[in-house]
């Protein structure tokens, strides 16, 4: 099996197969990553082989910091400032793409912009650096799935493995990076994530823009059908029917469900995104007619969260 304990010997092993072109799937503070070198376009197009993904979705580009995010893309002011406050950490850029980085076109799936991300998590970062390389790579989940935040996650879910899957254990936050798109004359938020959208603009003194359609369209993770479980989902949920499971949240939650899972009983948000996938994962094996979700408040990081629950109840 390649699940590896991420010792320093194991992550010099996969900086040495990402080197070779080969995909490394390892651990990082939002999700896992299924890696390929971003600069070797048939390793990208063994990620999205593995992935199933269609084609023309473009991938997050991970680097080590602001000095390589230079040399793959235009780094303008605001740019700069998001980056040095919230790298390394989740949160990923949408720039114009340098065209003499040398990043695969694949990547960008044809775009003119890159999404970059300097990820906090120690294993992560070895890699990065060990490798020395830019490292693109989305969630580490067959398209459509949701997202894993452990190594067995991924090893069940891919049906091509990676030659590698680094274990630094379960993933802290849980929930993927906030995408900001810095490209267009006002920064706009692309996908809700990790970082909530209050954050970002206490720092910036202004509201982020709603994504243009143009925007969203070419940021396609957003499609309305992604992170889908196989049972249905039913959000909003005060009271639960006995073949029902419960994803509750809160110190309130009515009995007699199937199956109950508590995102956090103290109402902590962060503890809530941390378990999100895990426990939605969980709930789908119980043979239930539905899965009943509990209200979760809309702000800070409920954003993402309510993001995450509607496209897994939206199975277009
Ligand atoms: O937390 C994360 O971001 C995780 C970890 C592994 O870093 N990665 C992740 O990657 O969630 P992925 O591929 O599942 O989602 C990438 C998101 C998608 O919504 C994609 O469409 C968007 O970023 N994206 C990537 N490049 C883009 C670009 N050039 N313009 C607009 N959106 C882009
Ligand atoms: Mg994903």
């Known amino acids: 099996m390649p699940i590896v304990p991420a010792t320093p010997d194991a992550i010099r092993r996969a900086a040495q197969a990402l080197a070779r072109g080969e995909i490394v799937a390892f651990p990082t503070e939002t999700v896992y990553g299924l890696g390929a070198n971003a600069l070797d376009a048939r390793a990208v197009a063994k990620l999205f082989a593995a992935k199933e993904r269609p084609r023309f979705n473009p991938l997050i580009v991970h680097v080590q910091g602001l000095a390589e995010a230079g040399e793959y893309a235009l780094v303008n002011e605001?740019?700069?400032?998001?980056?040095?406050?919230?790298?390394?950490?989740?949160?990923?850029?949408?720039?114009?793409?340098?065209?003499?980085?040398?990043?695969?076109?694949?990547?960008?799936?044809?775009?003119?912009?890159?999404?970059?991300?300097?990820?906090?998590?120690?294993?992560?970062?070895?890699?990065?650096?060990?490798?020395?390389?830019?490292?693109?790579a989305p969630s580490a989940n067959r398209s459509g799935h949701?997202?894993?935040?452990?190594?067995?996650?991924?090893?069940?879910?891919?049906?091509?493995?990676?030659?590698?899957?680094?274990?630094?254990?379960?993933?802290?936050?849980?929930?993927?990076?906030?995408v900001v798109s810095v490209v267009g004359p006002k920064p706009s938020l692309l996908r809700p994530g990790a970082i909530p959208r209050e954050a970002i603009e206490r720092l910036l003194g202004d509201q982020l823009a709603a994504a243009e359609a143009a925007e969203r369209a070419a940021s396609p993770g957003q499609q309305p059908g992604h992170y889908a479980p196989r049972t249905p989902l039913r959000l909003d949920a005060t009271t639960v029917q006995p073949d029902e499971a419960l994803l509750a949240f809160g110190a309130h939650v009515p009995h007699g469900a199937r199956l109950t899972l508590n995102l956090s009983q103290s109402g902590n948000l962060e503890e809530a995104a941390a378990k999100l996938f895990a426990s939605l994962r969980e709930l789908d094996q119980a043979q239930a007619s539905a899965i009943a979700v509990m209200p979760i408040p809309p702000t800070g990081l409920g954003e993402a969260i309510n993001d995450r629950l509607r496209r897994a109840a939206n199975r277009g």
């Open 146 to 178: 949701i997202s894993p935040t452990t190594a067995a996650h991924v090893e069940v879910d891919l049906g091509v493995r990676p030659a590698m899957i680094l274990d630094g254990g379960p993933s802290p936050l849980g929930i993927e990076s906030t």
């Open 78 to 136: 605001v740019a700069r400032k998001v980056a040095e406050a919230f790298w390394p950490g989740p949160l990923t850029l949408v720039l114009k793409r340098r065209s003499t980085g040398g990043i695969a076109e694949l990547v960008s799936a044809g775009l003119d912009t890159i999404a970059l991300r300097a990820p906090a998590n120690p294993v992560a970062q070895a890699l990065l650096a060990k490798a020395a390389l830019p490292i693109a």
